[in-house]
């Protein structure tokens, strides 16, 4: 079935280690996104990337990165992770002009 | 700032009955809306959506309103069934870099 993969599913992790969340898509998507989930306050987004080779900063891009090398592939990284980047991570592909988006399963992360 | 806002963090109908959902945003410059379904560990799902040029646009049970003078939208649904019982995210497209928005959602619990 054609869609978006996230690895892992879930992680929990010290303060201030590494850790790259992995998403990838098959439906050859140009544009390719990254949100977390917080209750009380939805879906932000991290960063995003509209085409190969290209990234930008969304509403809440701070401790985080990514990288698109190809298509498929959209990693996102924490660089040295915080308790306040607990949360659940979502990926995202997109097509066409109407904004909709397809969305991976989700990975839940929790830094201690 | 908010620039999406779902009031109602959650509603309660009986199956059978209506369900309405609200979204408020403060931003004109939003040339599409669209509503996402999520059920617990899944990803978000696309619902429907709606150009700022329109006024309402139906899809089976679905029905999504738009009021521009009043910066509201809403999702009827009818007639709800226990299925429906999920959080429901609205989402503002910005017209100028095709980003998506997302309100803070809200759960709907469909009772049998």
């Known amino acids: 079935i054609a869609g978006i993969t996230q690895a892992p599913t879930s992680q929990i992790l010290a303060a201030g280690r590494r850790m790259t969340l992995r998403c990838t898509q098959d439906?050859?998507?140009?544009?390719m996104y990254w949100y977390r989930q917080d209750l009380g306050l939805g879906l932000r987004l991290i960063h995003y990337s509209n085409t190969a080779g290209t990234t930008g900063k969304g509403e809440v891009p701070d401790g985080y990165s990514v990288s698109r090398a190809n298509t498929d592939d959209f990693p996102l990284t924490l660089a040295s992770a915080v308790p306040s980047q607990t949360s659940v991570y979502f990926c995202?592909?997109?097509?066409?002009?109407?904004?909709?988006?397809?969305f991976g399963e989700g990975s839940r992360l929790t830094v201690l | 700032d908010q620039q999406v806002k779902q009031n109602s963090p959650s509603l309660s109908v009986q199956e059978g009955r209506i369900s309405i959902l609200n979204c408020d945003y403060t931003n004109s410059m939003f040339d599409y809306f669209l509503w996402y379904k999520k059920y617990p560990a899944e990803g978000p799902t696309f619902l429907i959506s709606i150009s700022s040029i329109k006024d309402k646009n139906e899809d089976g049970r679905f029905t999504v309103f738009l009021n521009k003078s009043a910066k509201h939208l809403s999702l009827h649904i009818v007639p709800s069934q226990p299925g429906d019982s999920a959080v429901y995210f609205c989402a503002a497209r910005r017209s100028n870099t095709g980003k998506l928005i997302f309100g803070q959602g809200t759960t709907l619990q469909v009772k049998p």
């Open positions: 995202a592909s997109a097509t066409g002009n109407t904004g909709e988006l397809f």
């Open positions: 439906m050859r998507h140009n544009a």
